[in-house]
């Protein structure tokens, strides 16, 4: 009985690529010590995969920064604007199209699927030329052969490679990326015989995108690759690998009738229903990879239950031919449980990182082969059943609240126009109302303070004066430039989830519990444990405090529970939307203390609502449905006279308007640095929607200031779409990764443009 890993993190476990790429990439360390850093992170890697009885352990799942952007260059199919002259692709091509240089932009980013992490969208074209540029799949095969080990190359399939492309600049947006096949299959088929050349006997082919919604045309695509490659590939194993979801009915028929390829890898956490597919109708004579250990979250393995799902499976593939595999790559699990000391023993007995993982892989195989390690086993049901029962886990009277508000609608009594008439009445806030998001920069100093505070090296006392003396100086900037309404700027958060999770109950962290977002980018989400309840305010002293300090209304700024949800490890003990709701009602409590204190403008967070889209459309409507009741149940009990903003990071709306417009919000604030006109087109379809909205007028992202004139310009466009009266001025996010040189002169052209436009009107 076997055992295979999808996928690994390839940061470190103590983020050592991130420390080494950015030390690199600032000139303070060559290129030679950043080769350095990584040759011995995949050696590591390799050898406790292969320590740990791994039998199928992958390779070229290492990457400076992203694995599609690996295939682009191993396709050479880096755009024009890179001047690339040919030959093996270097570091600083590469880097080039990751983060851009000097006088070229970077390539775009987008999510990897459903997951947090982003890669490098490649930019094809018909005149786009392909060449074997990067050798670095035999290289690391090499590498880890010398080692001892031998791999199994991993490679983004060549139809999911396509897939997840976008027709280059200039190119027709309905140009057909899959009649590229042709052309990139020559050099899939060159990679791979240099690979067996090296001596591989297994290859790997993730073709994630048969997960999603295809159409015919798509999957046989599919057909048409592997059936040109198959003589490429004889001689070799071949696993295709899917994840994420269940995989369609109709694309497993096309993927288990694939020529060449010899075996299969689902996801069974998150595509449950596979199964039933499995069960029907299984290939004879072929692998079966059951990746029943959950890659995307950080729970200890239920080792009996996959026990007993691998044990039903032998019967359908036969025992010599089931592997024991993890759901996806590792890379969207945190790294290793050893580096966690702040987590209590009990806590950590519930968990397992990407490490720890390995190990229940590895001895989920050995016990279908009849060598259980009974201790091991004893310890991990142990383990699951003080989770089951822990006091910590379960709170009677937040179940019994979240599960009363299944089923009922929540909504504010009056409709939006009537409402903001009534906030307008209080509020008397001029046409065109400036206000930014929320955060102000986050200098150095701050960041001291706080870390000083947390290590108990400054009193409270001390704290509270210095964060007091910041919301003081953010007031003043604000009222200086005559911003209409005002916020806080922030100061006391490093995150805006983690800054609620620590005062929420049922939420655990992590020291080293990263992930990689993007390129060096890594994430910490908090790890929701048990049922979430607010035992205290969490805002209100420095909103009420902020609101003292100016006779303007002051913003009270919350995150919204959709996006704490998202942004964290959940629980598998409990469907999503339970967990959604329990936090809903901690949030719900903390807007209706907010309005009592006195705050007549409250934003609640969304940035992350889109981002939970499941991957298949036949699931977007019941997941809209609870998030967006989630988000009205944290405002539907306040007074019409108190205005509910809320905010997203995004402004690709086109196919959840009505549920955005469902939130009811009176006040929507949204990103819209690339495409206003589409955007604006969207919310001059939804005329009816009459709450005020807050198209970013200029990009934060960026240290560029805009003028006055550029802002000006912007207004008006929105004016041509949107009626005068709805119509917010803001900066597109919050404002915490810019200098205050920066904000500065960028807040005075916005406020500038505004009043300019005022005039006009
Ligand atoms: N209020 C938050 C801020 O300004 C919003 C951040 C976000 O949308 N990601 O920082
Ligand atoms: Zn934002």
């Known amino acids: 009985?076997?055992?295979?890993?999808?996928?690994?993190?390839?940061?470190?476990?103590?983020?050592?690529?991130?420390?080494?790429?950015?030390?690199?990439?600032?000139?303070?360390?060559?290129?030679?010590?950043?080769?350095?850093?990584?040759?011995?992170?995949?050696?590591?890697?390799?050898?406790?995969?292969?320590?740990?009885?791994?039998?199928?352990?992958?390779?070229?799942?290492?990457?400076?920064?992203?694995?599609?952007?690996?295939?682009?260059?191993?396709?050479?199919?880096?755009?024009?604007?890179?001047?690339?002259?040919?030959?093996?692709?270097?570091?600083?091509?590469?880097?080039?199209?990751?983060?851009?240089?000097?006088?070229?932009?970077?390539?775009?980013?987008?999510?990897?699927?459903?997951?947090?992490?982003?890669?490098?969208?490649?930019?094809?074209?018909?005149?786009?030329?392909?060449?074997?540029?990067?050798?670095?799949?035999?290289?690391?095969?090499?590498?880890?052969?010398?080692?001892?080990?031998?791999?199994?190359?991993?490679?983004?399939?060549?139809?999911?490679?396509?897939?997840?492309?976008?027709?280059?600049?200039?190119?027709?947006?309905?140009?057909?990326?899959?009649?590229?096949?042709?052309?990139?299959?020559?050099?899939?088929?060159?990679?791979?015989?240099?690979?067996?050349?090296?001596?591989?006997s297994w290859i790997q082919f993730d073709e994630p995108t048969l997960v999603k919604d295809l159409d015919a045309h798509e999957l046989a695509a599919f057909s048409s690759a592997y059936a040109e490659l198959e003589s490429a590939l004889s001689g070799l194993n071949v696993l295709v690998e899917t994840y994420f979801a269940d995989i369609p009915a109709e694309s497993y028929k096309t993927l288990t009738s694939l020529s060449g390829v010899t075996a299969y890898g689902f996801d069974l956490i998150r595509g449950a229903k596979t199964l039933d597919l499995i069960r029907s109708s299984f290939p004879s004579g072929k692998y079966l990879f059951a990746g029943v250990v959950d890659g995307r979250n950080i729970w200890a393995d239920d080792l009996a239950a996959s026990l007993s799902t691998l044990q039903s499976l032998e019967a359908v593939a036969g025992k010599d031919k089931l592997v024991v595999s993890t759901s996806c790559s590792l890379m969207h699990t945190a790294v290793d449980l050893v580096n966690e000391t702040k987590l209590d023993d009990e806590i950590k007995s519930w968990l397992a990182f990407a490490a720890q993982k390995v190990v229940e892989v590895n001895a989920l195989a050995n016990a279908l082969a009849g060598h259980k390690d009974e201790a091991y086993f004893a310890a991990n049901a142990a383990a699951q059943a003080s989770r089951r029962s822990s006091p910590r886990v379960t709170n009677e009277e937040v179940q019994k609240a979240a599960a009363a508000l299944k089923g009922s609608d929540h909504r504010r009594a009056t409709n939006v126009s009537t409402r903001l008439d009534a906030q307008q009445k209080k509020l008397n806030l001029p046409v065109l109302p400036t206000t930014t998001i929320g955060s102000f920069p986050q200098t150095v100093e701050l960041r001291r303070v706080r870390r000083e505070y947390k290590a108990k090296k400054i009193s409270e006392e001390e704290y509270i004066a210095a964060i007091k003396e910041e919301i003081r100086k953010v007031v003043k900037i604000q009222e200086e430039l005559d911003i209409d309404v005002l916020v806080h700027g922030e100061p006391e958060r490093n995150d805006m989830v983690e800054y609620f999770g620590e005062q929420l109950s049922g939420f655990a962290f992590t020291a080293n519990g990263w992930v990689q977002s993007y390129g060096s980018r890594c994430v910490k989400p908090p790890i929701i444990y048990g049922d979430v309840s607010r035992p205290n305010p969490m805002t209100v002293f420095w909103s009420k405090t902020a609101q003292s300090m100016t006779s303007r209304p002051m913003k009270g700024m919350l995150t919204g529970p959709v996006t704490i949800l998202n942004w964290s490890f959940v629980r598998n003990d409990q469907p999503r939307f339970e967990t959604c709701y329990q936090i809903a009602l901690a949030i719900k409590k903390e807007v209706e203390d907010l309005e009592a204190a006195g705050i007549q403008v409250i934003q609640i967070d969304e940035a992350a609502l889109r981002e939970g889209l499941p991957l298949r459309k036949s699931e977007h409507a019941f997941y809209l449905d609870w998030a967006v009741h989630s988000f009205r149940i944290t405002n539907c009990g306040?007074?019409?006279?108190?205005?509910?903003?809320?905010?997203?990071?995004?402004?690709?709306?086109?196919?959840?308007?009505?549920?955005?417009?469902?939130?009811?919000?009176?006040?929507?604030?949204?990103?819209?640095?690339?495409?206003?006109?589409?955007?604006?087109?969207?919310?001059?379809?939804?005329?009816?929607?009459?709450?005020?909205?807050?198209?970013?007028?200029?990009?934060?992202?960026?240290?560029?200031?805009?003028?006055?004139?550029?802002?000006a310009d912007r207004i008006n466009k929105m004016l041509a779409v949107l009626d005068t009266n709805i119509l917010w001025v803001n900066p597109d996010c919050g404002l915490k990764t810019r200098k205050y040189t920066e904000v500065k002169p960028a807040l005075t052209n916005m406020v500038s443009a505004t009043k300019l436009i005022r005039t006009q009107l």
């Open 638 to 711: 306040v007074q019409d006279t108190t205005q509910i903003h809320t905010h997203m990071c995004y402004s690709n709306f086109n196919d959840i308007i009505h549920s955005i417009i469902d939130m009811d919000a009176d006040v929507i604030t949204i990103e819209n640095s690339r495409s206003d006109e589409k955007l604006l087109s969207v919310f001059r379809e939804g005329v009816k929607y009459g709450a005020g909205i807050g198209p970013g007028v200029y990009d934060i992202h960026s240290p560029r200031i805009p003028s006055t004139e550029e802002i």
């Open 1 to 200: 009985m076997a055992s295979h890993i999808v996928g690994y993190p390839r940061m470190g476990p103590k983020r050592e690529l991130k420390f080494a790429l950015e030390s690199f990439w600032d000139g303070k360390s060559s290129a030679e010590d950043l080769e350095k850093v990584a040759t011995d992170l995949r050696s590591s890697i390799w050898k406790q995969m292969s320590e740990a009885g791994i039998k199928y352990i992958p390779s070229n799942t290492f990457s400076y920064y992203d694995q599609v952007l690996d295939t682009t260059a191993m396709l050479g199919a880096v755009p024009e604007r890179y001047s690339w002259t040919g030959g093996e692709i270097g570091l600083s091509t590469y880097f080039s199209m990751a983060r851009g240089n000097a006088t070229v932009p970077a390539m775009e980013m987008t999510k990897w699927f459903d997951t947090n992490y982003h890669f490098i969208v490649p930019e094809l074209g018909p005149s786009t030329k392909f060449t074997y540029a990067s050798h670095k799949a035999v290289s690391e095969y090499k590498e880890a052969k010398a080692l001892g080990i031998d791999t199994v190359p991993v490679l983004i399939g060549p139809v999911s490679y396509l897939l997840l492309s976008k027709p280059a600049k200039g190119v027709e947006k309905s140009f057909a990326l899959l009649s590229l096949l042709g052309n990139i299959l020559p050099i899939y088929k060159e990679v791979v015989t240099e690979l067996k050349a090296a001596g591989a």
